[in-house]
């Protein structure tokens, strides 16, 4: 149906925002080139109908689709984004380091002083400063992981604050960030600037698009902006930022520049249309800085989407450099999936027993996992093998020599925590001297956790961004002492070496049982060996199982998860010379280690990639099983009755695994335990 109506952009946003489904992402980029063209009609009190408005002034329809019909379709695609994304310009680091006196406002650089005690500008500070002036062109940054980003976008954003301008309501200045963590954490670098500069600078207001706590009604959302009229800077997730604007469609209409955050994130998780729809709101004469570690071809698609033709495009990369991973020690082990827990473990043990026991510094480690069903899988089992009651039981010696003030945190992060745990997950490890945090993707991005020492890698990246992501949460803001240690999987070898080639990785030597090299007992003079081995750590993973520290439904989600997460992934192993059998057979044996005795049964997503392979697994763990069972029953005289009524209890559970039971609750396809973050 088609009606007329005066057209504006509040109109046009507010269509598109209850349209069913969500309307194509192309369709909401048009919204800012048909801006002005459509606000002119309507001060001059013309009426337009909507399809004809976006038609022809955006050069796309309703249903998504390009109309090349008329040259003023042309010409709006001409000018919604550059013909061609510029290649990147390399920007390398001064010979001396620029002094922030003369890379920002004299306020700025008195509270960049007072806060962090910084004087002059880190390398890529220094490289970059120039580009991101308040009020000049638009641009595209690439930038190291760790190299002080955040400041190097805040410094500018808050001398635009800063500067006298004509009274207007509601922020000057939004930053989008792909985590809620890493938005919370801009925001307090931010307020912190503010709070130190002198002057007109502390009243800039600085608000958040995410409620503390998360707001239990339409109403506090609705409430929430009321405050952001008298506001300099909104620092928010896309996600959170949607549900203000759907109440409050106009809150943004002053804002006159945009910060992409850690960009390359922004278009995973469908955060394109997301974008799409923030983009809508604001003035097509904003200023835009898109901050990244990489530059994928998902980034030069929210570069085109997101900047006006003429923006720069500066790496402070050398093209001679795989990776921003330069000064921190990257190494890879080979484990089966079964032995991984024992394996990081005895690494874990050995670098508390160090610190515990000589002038070792504590410990302080994240470890990455692929979903979030195995992340709250190892943080119970380890939070269980790092309790003292449990080490004064299975390991009096190992207790002995740890005392209950050496052992560290063991916390957990991931995306099913709401807001409020996950807040003080993250404040708890960034306040700790040690501890080690299981973690999913959620904390790739961005996070700044001082004094991280090693990053752990449990089986193989879903790709190089996310390793480099990974790995540079250590080694932060120039340090050299960061280590970096992948374990993966024997059948996973191949591909992830593939996907990091050419980057630095080593392999790491295993020597009974304990990664050599790695870990803090390594590290500093005088700190002798401690003596710990990889079979005292298996042997703790099986009392800890026993005596159940991950419960059935934990393992079984993990299962279901991680078969989830190869699925996408079974293509580069099958060209590698594998099938969907060794997958199945890996997780079937790392299934058993955590206790678990019958497989659940498949979602119907995942019965295609890996339903036979699991019939084979089943058939044989029956077979093996019922001939342990049978020649333990000849030894102790059992009936050949008995025996046989075995053999039928074996063929039933078979049955309950490939078939399901009505007393077991089917995991759904979209569970949690194949989120990755």
């Known amino acids: 149906m088609t009606s007329s109506i005066p057209l504006c952009r ?21 919204i800012t080139t048909v801006t002005r063209p459509i606000r002119r009609l309507h001060d001059h009190d013309h009426h337009v109908s909507v399809r004809q408005a976006i038609a022809g002034h955006g050069g796309f329809n309703l249903n998504g689709r390009r109309s090349f019909s008329t040259s003023a379709s042309r010409s709006a695609k001409s000018t919604l984004r550059p013909k061609t994304t510029p290649r990147l310009t390399y920007a390398p680091p001064p010979s001396s380091l620029i002094p922030w006196s003369k890379a920002t406002s004299a306020a700025i650089a008195q509270a960049i002083a007072a806060a962090h005690g910084f004087t002059h500008c880190t390398p890529v500070q220094s490289a970059v400063h120039k580009y991101l002036a308040p009020g000049g062109p638009d641009a595209m940054i690439r930038a190291p992981t760790g190299s002080g980003k955040t400041l190097a976008f805040l410094a500018p954003a808050l001398t635009h604050l800063s500067q006298p301008t004509k009274a207007r309501s509601g922020p000057k200045v939004l930053i989008l960030s792909p985590t809620r963590e890493l938005a919370q954490q801009t925001r307090r670098e931010a307020e912190l600037l503010v709070k130190q500069a002198p002057g007109a600078m502390g009243k800039i207001v600085i608000a958040g698009a995410i ?62 249309n997301q974008v799409s729809t923030i983009l809508a709101h604001l003035p097509a004469n904003r200023q835009t800085l898109l901050l990244s570690a990489t530059y994928s071809a998902a980034i030069r698609s929210l570069a085109a989407m997101s900047l006006r033709p003429g923006f720069h495009a ?39 027993l160090a610190s515990a026991t ?62 409020a745990a996950r807040t003080r997950v ?81 392999e790491a030597e295993v020597v009974n049982g304990c990664v050599e090299g790695i ?79 019958m497989l659940p049964k498949l979602p119907q997503g995942l019965r295609a990639a890996f339903g036979d392979a699991q019939e084979m697994t089943v058939d044989k763990r029956v ?23 075995a053999e039928k209890q074996h063929k039933n559970n078979r049955a309950k695994v490939l078939a399901g039971t009505k007393r077991r609750r089917p995991l759904l396809d979209n569970e949690f335990a194949y989120r990755r973050d």
């Open 10 to 30: 509040r109109h046009l946003t507010q269509l598109l925002l209850h349209v069913q489904p969500a309307p194509c992402a192309h369709v909401v980029r048009c």
């Open 211 to 272: 409620p503390e706590p998360r707001p239990s009604s339409a109403a506090a959302v609705r409430d929430k902006p009321v405050d952001w009229l008298a506001t300099g800077m909104v620092v928010a997730t896309p996600g959170k930022l949607l549900e203000v604007l759907s109440q409050h469609p106009r809150i943004l209409s002053n804002v006159d520049m945009l910060i992409l955050d850690e960009a390359d994130r922004m278009l995973d998780s469908n955060f394109e």
């Open 314 to 352: 500066v790496s402070t990369i050398s093209t001679t450099d795989a990776t921003p991973l330069n000064s921190i020690r990257q190494f890879y082990s080979v484990a089966s999936m079964a032995a991984q827990p024992a394996l990081l473990h005895a690494l874990i043990h050995r670098s508390v």
């Open 358 to 419: 000589s002038n070792a510094p504590p410990l302080k480690a994240m470890v990455f996992l692929p979903t979030v069903a195995l992340t709250t899988l190892y943080a119970s089992l380890f939070t269980s093998l790092f309790t003292p009651a449990f080490l004064a039981d299975a390991s009096p010696t190992a207790s002995k020599r740890l005392p209950t003030t050496a052992l560290p945190p063991i916390l957990a992060m991931h995306s099913e925590l709401s807001p």
């Open 426 to 506: 993250a404040s708890a490890f960034s306040a700790s001297s040690s501890g080690i945090l299981f973690t999913s993707d959620v904390s790739a991005r961005g996070m700044d956790y001082a004094g991280v020492h090693l990053v752990v890698q449990v089986g193989m990246p879903a790709s190089l961004d996310t390793y480099v992501h990974r790995v540079g949460r250590t080694g932060r803001a120039g340090r050299t002492d960061g280590v970096a240690l992948a374990i993966v999987a024997p059948f996973e070898r191949a591909v992830a070496l593939e996907q990091v080639s050419g980057v630095g990785v080593v």
């Open 519 to 597: 870990g803090v007992e390594q590290e500093g003079q005088g700190v002798a060996k401690v003596k710990w081995d990889g079979a005292s750590s298996a042997r703790l993973v099986r009392v800890a199982v026993a005596n159940g520290a991950v419960g059935e439904e934990e393992v079984k989600a993990a299962y279901l998860g991680m078969l989830g997460y190869y699925e996408n992934h079974l293509p580069k192993l099958i060209q590698s010379g594998l099938s969907s059998y060794t997958v199945v057979k890996e997780l079937d044996a790392f299934a058993t280690t955590m206790g678990l005795k």
């Open 623 to 645: 077979k093996v099983q019922g001939k342990a069972m049978a020649k333990a029953g000849v030894g102790a005289g059992v009936s050949k009755k008995l025996l046989q009524a």
